[in-house]
């Protein structure tokens, strides 16, 4: 597989007053299409964060920041993690979501959880076992009995890594802070589909 350069990506901040700065990735393309369909896709979902925010309380916002994370750069998989943690006068604690972005830049397509699988393929069932498997491992509390993961679970891919999460409250108590399950790439490759995303990153060269 030839080695592809990463995409040059900037950050760009929106601001509404002292002690709320949300910042958020823009990426500088060649394919000018691509670049306006991944940068739109980031700004909505940053706004959307920012809306379930503001919308989730009474009272006033306090302070808000958002950040986020290149997970991955290479291969033409660009994969980003979008964090915004906002805090409401007089309330107990402040609040983080964690949204991800994942884009297969050879397809041109912001991609879901099946599609990095093969069609047909039983990846919730075999996600949730592994997922299952560590929370016994890592000994980790649970509010509720953990059966399955969602079929859109939320994820990221870094480098082999497929890190499947949970927001707060979802499956452990809020100072446990984001369940994260890193999977190899190769404890799945029976699934993966061979031509997506992480089927480049299985691959060694």
């Not at 972005?101 to 991609?111: A, E, I, M, P, S």
């Not at 949730?128 to 560590?134: D, E, G, N, T």
Request: charged fraction near 20%.
């Amino acid at each position: 597989m030839p080695n592809t350069l990463p995409i040059k990506v900037n950050s760009a901040k929106t601001s509404s007053g002292p002690n709320k700065t949300v910042l958020y990735p823009q990426v500088v393309m060649r394919n000018k299409q691509l670049q306006w369909f991944i940068n739109e896709t980031i700004s909505k979902q940053t706004q959307q964060l920012i809306d379930q925010q503001v919308g989730n309380m009474p009272t006033a916002v306090a302070e808000m920041l958002g950040s986020y994370e290149i997970k991955n750069n290479q291969r033409q998989v660009l994969s980003f993690s979008l964090s915004n943690y906002t805090y409401h006068d007089h309330a107990a604690h402040g609040m983080t979501y964690i949204k991800s972005l994942t884009f297969d830049l050879n397809k041109g397509k912001l991609c879901e959880l099946k599609d990095l699988f093969k069609p047909g393929s039983d990846y919730i069932q075999k996600l949730s076992a592994l997922i299952q498997a560590q929370i016994k491992l890592r000994d980790i509390q649970l509010i509720n009995e953990f059966t399955a993961i969602k079929p859109n679970q939320e994820f990221y891919i870094a480098d082999k890594v497929l890190v499947i999460y949970f927001q707060l409250y979802d499956i452990t108590p809020y100072v446990f802070g984001f369940p994260m399950f890193p999977i190899s790439v190769y404890d799945i490759q029976d699934i993966i589909d061979e031509n997506g995303p992480l089927g480049r990153m299985a691959v060694n060269d």
